[in-house]
């Protein structure tokens, strides 16, 4: 039997972290179960194998670790059946968006600890083992046995590129992006407007083959440099218009992209609002027959020509806001 592992998740987007956790563990695992989801977590069973990949991949989870159970706070008697591993213990205790705020959490770690140190003694300075206590809907417990680094993303964000422009992604939302899509490794992923590189970059880095095109040809030279800093491969890349990608490209297994909104641009002479018309239309053309598509417009497109399979709702700043869309292609 898979061991069972707890997703502690951020708290960033509605939503997103759920999905995002759910895509990754079906692109990385072959076998594997979604047990239980809510506010602030996922638990997943899956092979233990997985757990390093899983970890390298996903952007919107905090940590990753072994569940060992969940109780109600007036009850836990659940808790005296909970084994730990050989090692002294100790637990820290983390809210999720402030919920079960009206209890003490101070106490629920005493009244955790006094059960859990039948076999274990507690050792809080030094502890060889530390049981992390999320409180959301429940108490859930778990040993963390991956923290996500959010340092690594954050040295390939924008300003730390050699060639950047003011507006990019953050990396961690570039890599949250193509995980929505559920792309595995290996497969051919299309930014067709690549701008400085950053969804480039985060699908070269999981692995996959990354393909950049940009009307702008300094945006493509650029984006090649940036790849090259990071000591990452351009599998294809060209300049072209949007409107010609399906003259250039085919049977694509994923596109992610950021069009351009609210901002200048090159592309033709088109406003940002034809661009992502023309956008639309060329992305299914160029995808294979169920290949995904991730498309970040200001508002929840029409998806008359791919079936629309998720919108997540990110608020950015005043009245903007980003809708990252997971698109499928059900052209034959």
């Known amino acids: 039997m898979?061991?069972?592992?707890?997703?502690e998740l951020s708290g960033e987007s509605k939503d997103m972290p759920k999905a995002e956790a759910e895509r990754c563990i079906?692109?990385?695992?072959?076998?594997?179960?979604?047990?239980?989801?809510?506010?602030?977590?996922?638990?997943?069973?899956?092979?233990?194998?997985?757990?390093?990949?899983?970890?390298e991949r996903i952007a919107l989870t905090h940590s990753i670790g072994r569940y060992l159970g969940s109780y109600d706070p007036d009850d836990?008697?659940?808790?005296?059946?909970?084994?730990?591993p050989r090692g002294t213990f100790a637990i820290r205790a983390k809210r999720f968006e402030g919920m079960m705020k009206d209890l003490d959490s101070q106490k629920?770690?005493?009244?955790?600890?006094?059960?859990?140190?039948?076999?274990?003694?507690?050792?809080?300075?030094?502890?060889?083992?530390?049981?992390?206590?999320?409180?959301?809907?429940?108490?859930?417990?778990?040993?963390?046995?991956?923290?996500?680094?959010?340092?690594?993303?954050e040295k390939r964000k924008v300003s730390e590129r050699p060639f950047f422009s003011p507006i990019s992604l953050h990396p961690k939302y570039a890599r949250a992006l193509i995980n929505l899509t559920g792309a595995k490794r290996g497969d051919v992923v299309l930014d067709p407007f690549c701008g400085t590189g950053g969804l480039v970059i985060e699908a070269a880095e999981m692995g996959m083959r990354a393909v950049a095109s940009d009307f702008d040809e300094d945006m493509v030279l650029g984006c090649?440099?940036?790849?090259?800093?990071?000591?990452?491969?351009?599998?294809?890349?060209?300049?072209?218009?949007?409107?010609?990608?399906p003259d250039r490209f085919s049977d694509i297994d994923v596109v992610v992209t950021d069009p351009p909104y609210g901002r200048s641009t090159?592309?033709?002479?088109?406003?940002?609002?034809?661009?992502?018309?023309?956008?639309?239309?060329?992305?299914?053309?160029?995808?294979?027959?169920?290949?995904?598509?991730?498309?970040?417009?200001?508002?929840?497109?029409d998806a008359s020509t791919m079936e629309l399979d998720a919108v997540f709702r990110q608020h950015v700043h005043g009245s903007l806001s980003r809708h990252y869309h997971v698109f499928r292609n059900s052209g034959h």
């Not at 898979?2 to 997703?7: K, M």
């Not at 006094?114 to 300075?125: F, G, Q």
């Not at 090649?224 to 990608?245: K, T």
């Open 2 to 7: 898979d061991p069972v592992f707890f997703f």
């Open 26 to 55: 079906e692109a990385e695992c072959a076998r594997h179960r979604i047990i239980g989801t809510g506010p602030g977590y996922l638990i997943a069973s899956f092979p233990e194998d997985r757990l390093d990949c899983l970890a």
């Open 76 to 84: 836990i008697g659940g808790l005296s059946s909970i084994e730990l």
């Open 108 to 153: 629920l770690i005493r009244d955790a600890g006094d059960l859990l140190s039948k076999n274990n003694d507690v050792n809080l300075r030094d502890p060889e083992i530390i049981v992390k206590m999320q409180l959301c809907d429940k108490v859930h417990l778990f040993i963390e046995e991956r923290s996500i680094d959010r340092n690594i993303m």
């Open 224 to 245: 090649r440099e940036n790849m090259d800093f990071y000591g990452l491969e351009l599998h294809d890349h060209d300049v072209i218009d949007i409107r010609d990608i």
């Open 266 to 301: 090159k592309t033709g002479g088109d406003d940002a609002l034809g661009i992502q018309k023309s956008a639309m239309s060329s992305i299914p053309k160029v995808l294979r027959p169920g290949g995904k598509a991730g498309i970040i417009l200001p508002y929840e497109a």
